[in-house]
C-alpha cells in the first residue's frame, strides 16, 4: 500500500481556490494584515503522530497565508526592493515545482539545462552584456556576488600561479578588494564567505558614498602592478545611485584589475533609453551580478551571474563524483557552474515571463516605474513638511518628513516614529535607513501592478501619520 493517499489532483483546485483569494485580493486590503504576527501558530507544537490528512494542512496553511502572510507581491509594498510576480512566472513557477526538475545536471533535466541556456541568453542581449560570455542562475544577488567574486579569487590566484580552489589562499598575501560607499553588505559577506575576507574592503568613497576616482587610482597605483578586484555598484539602494562603470572600467583596464559589477536591480537600467547611460560600460566588467526576483517579477528565489572568462567557473564549482557528469559546456551541467549542485527549475520562470511580455514589455514596465519615481519625487517637492534627500535617477526615492517648525536634532527620532507607524498602519509598506547620517525612508519602485493611486498613498499615508505622531509624541 502507498504510504500517503494520491490526492494532488483534488489539491490543486483546493489551492487554486485560494490563490484567486490572494489574486484578487480588493485594492484597499492592508498590506501587513492586522494578525501579521499574532495569528501564527506557536512556535514550539509538536510533530504530529498521526498526520491530518493534506486536505486539512494545505487548508490550514492557505487560511493561515490569507490571514496573516505580507502581501509583499502586491502594488503597495516598497521595502527594501522587493518584486512581485508576473502573470506567466507564477503559473511556469507552479509547472516548476510539479515537473521537480532537478536542473543540477543536463542528464536529469535536458528541458530544465536548456530552458535556462536560452533565459541567460535573453538576459544577456536584454541587459546588452555580449553573448559569449558565461552565465548561471542562481538564489538571488547575493549568490550572484558570490559567482562572480569567486571567479575573481581564481583569476587573482591564478595571477600569483596558484590555483586557489585546489590549494586554498593560505600563504599568499590578502586580496585588496576596492570600492565606493555603495558597496552592498551582499558583496561584503561573499568576500567573508570566499575566504577573501569582509575586511578586505579598501574603500574610496566621498561623503555622499560616491566613489572617490583619485583615491582609488592612487591605491592601484600604489599596488606596484599587483593584482585587485574591483567590485562596483550599478544601483545602491539607499536612492538608487550608480558607480561610473565606464571610469571604474577604464581603471580596471589601465591596472589590470578585475571588475566585478553588482547590478541587482539597476541593471534594468539598460532597458529604457532614458536610463541606459547609468549602466554604460557594464559590457567591459569581468563579472556582473542581477536578481530575477526584484525588477524582473519573476517569483523568489532568483538571480543570475555572468562571468566574461566561461572556463572559470567549471573549477571553481565542479562537483565531481564517479557517478556524476562533468563540465559540459554544450550541454551544461549547472551544478558544476554554480553555487548549488542540485536546484530548481528556476529558468522556467524567466523564460515564460521574458516569452510572454519581451524586450518591449520590460521596457513599458522599467518606465513606468521611472515616471512613477519621478511622480513621487513631484509630489515630496509639492509638499513644504517633506524633503527629498538625493537625486532620483532610477527608482528609488528617499526622503524625510521635516517640516519647519522641528529642530534637526530631533528629525531622526520623529522619522523613525513615523517608518514604525508606517509598518503597523500597513495601508502601505516600506521602511527607513539612514542616508548621510539622516533617517530617511527610502520606497523602492518595482512590482509590475504598481500604479500613481498606490504611490499617491505614501505620500497620504506619511502626512497623516506625521500627525499623529506630533500629537502623541514619538
Ligand atoms: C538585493 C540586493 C542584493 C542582494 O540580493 P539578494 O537577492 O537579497 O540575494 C545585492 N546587491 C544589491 C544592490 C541589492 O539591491
Redesign the pocket.
Known sequence: MQPFPDDSVELLELVSRYQQKLLTAPPDQLVRPEATESGLPPGDLALPEDGIGADSAVTELSERLLDTAIRSAGPRFFH??IGGVTPAALAADMLTSTADQNTGMWVSSPIGAHTEVLALRWLRELFGLPVEWAGVIT?????A?FVGLASARRWWGAEHGVDVDVEGLSGLPRIPVLASGHL?S??VKSLGMLGIGRSSVRFHRNDDGSVDLAGMRADLASLGGAPAIISA?A???NAGAFDPIEELADLAEEFGAWLHV?G???LFAALSERTRHLVAGVERANSVGS?G??WLNVPYDC?FAFVRHPELLGPIFSNTAAYLPGVDLERPNYGNLGPESSRRARAFAVWATLAAYGRSGYRRMVERHLDLAQHLAERVRAEPSLELLADVPLNIVCFRYHPDDVAEAELDALNTAIAAEVITDGRVHFGSTTYRGMVAFRPAIVNWRTGTADIDLIVQVVLELAQRVREVGP
Not at 538564489?139 to 549568490?143: F, K, R, V
Open positions: 527594501f526592493v538564489s538571488g544577488a547575493t549568490m556576488n552592498h551582499s558583496a555598484s544601483g545602491e539602494v553588482d541587482a536591480f539597476g536578481d526576483h526584484k538571480g
